[in-house]
Every structure is written in structure tokens, then in C-alpha cells.
């Protein structure tokens, strides 16, 4: 596990543009921690990092429940806090982006149970204060053991 502090938005920013930078085709991004902890300006940092046009402004897609930017590969960007979980995953077809041909980052991803990939990435926020942020990466299987060792030397 690397665990990072972020003192200020624009930190939480970078530190998922570095991560962005290094994920492809059939990643799995899982985002959990509580409301306005970090996890959409860290999605922003890591749309940047995968090359989403910066003129594009990436929000939560919390009433969309997906939204699609086009990179250097699809970022397939949702939000399951309105969802119930797994039943309401597949009803939408969701889990085929999941395994598809873009990055999956997924906010409120502790709402999935059986449809959560067995390798991932789990981005935990955590508040320590009115600006700083734990952020907790754990790598669930080997290729992203070696996305966090790469992170970790950058």
C-alpha cells in the first residue's frame, strides 16, 4: 500500500494525473471515502494524466451516474452513490466497461460486492483536516503492485 498526504486540491490533483499517467486499457479504479473528501478532484488529475483535453471540465457524474472522456484511451467515469449496488450495476451494463478498452474509475465503488474485479486499485480518501487528505492506494494484484511502485518513485 502507498499512503500519501495531499495539503491542497491542487496536490489531489497531481497526485491522480501521476497515477493517470501510468494506467491503460482495462484498468480499475475504485474510489471510496466519504463526501467532499477528494475523490473527484483526484479524478480530474487522473483524466488529466490519461490525456483528457484540459478544456474539458470532469465532474462527477453523480445524476449521469457515467460519463465518457476520450484521452489517450476512453475514461469511463462513474459514480454509484444513487445506486443500490451489484443488481443496479448490471441492470445499467455497466460491468462491461469494466473490463473494456478504457480506464474504469469509480466512485462509491464499496457499493459493489460481486461485480468489483478481483484486480484493482482501491483509492481511499480519508479527512485529516479543512485541507489535507490521506489518500491510501492499494494495489489488488500484481500488475497494480507494479502501477504503485512505479507512483511510489515518481
Known sequence: MLTLVSTSVEETITIGKRLGSLLGAGDFIALVGELG???THFAMGVAAGIGVDPTIHVTSPTYTLMNIYQGRLPLYHFDL??????QD???LGFEEYF?????SLVEW????????PEDR???SFHH??????KICL????RHYEEIIGQLGKS
Do not use: M
Open 37 to 39: 473528501s477528494g475523490k
Open 81 to 86: 452513490y444513487r445506486l443500490s449496488g451489484d
Open 89 to 91: 450495476v448490471a441492470d
Open 99 to 103: 473490463y473494456g478498452r478504457g480506464v
Open 109 to 116: 465503488a464499496e457499493r459493489l460486492q460481486e461485480l468489483l
Open 121 to 123: 486499485l482501491v483509492a
Open 128 to 133: 485529516l483536516d479543512e485541507l489535507r487528505r
Open 138 to 141: 492499494e494495489p489488488h494484484g
